[in-house]
């Protein structure tokens, strides 16, 4: 079992900054990928960002250049810098965990933190 506590979220105006975390409740090191996902009203959700245990990362094509993942393994924490922000980006976003383990692959999800960029 993982236990994900996002946060971080706010409102801020377009063109702002933000910063995302996500504090797991066991050592990440063994997790095989971490992430973050967002869910905008009338929207399914969708990838913004995830890293591998390795350290490589992955973006949604609309936050590339502008969002940055990060993990930290002595602290547990994943963290989503979000730069440039726009109107757009408003979403619910959630923190996910997706761990490979003897009894098989599992996903977890944080309870999720609002973002708003007003224009």
């Known amino acids: 079992q993982v236990q994900l506590v996002e946060s971080g979220g706010g409102l801020v105006q377009a063109g702002g900054s933000l910063r995302l975390s996500c504090a797991a409740s066991?050592?990440?090191?063994?997790?095989?990928?971490m992430g973050w996902f967002r869910q905008a009203p009338g929207k399914e959700r969708e990838l913004v960002a995830a890293i591998a245990s390795e350290g490589s990362t992955n973006y949604g094509d609309s936050v590339k250049g502008r969002f940055t993942i990060s993990r930290d393994n002595a602290k547990n924490t994943v963290s989503l810098q979000m730069n440039s922000l726009k109107p757009e980006d408003t979403a619910v976003y959630y923190c996910n965990a997706f761990v490979v383990s003897g009894r098989g692959p599992a996903t977890y999800w944080g309870q999720g933190t609002q973002v708003t960029v007003s224009s």
């Open positions: 066991r050592t990440i090191f063994s997790i095989n990928s």
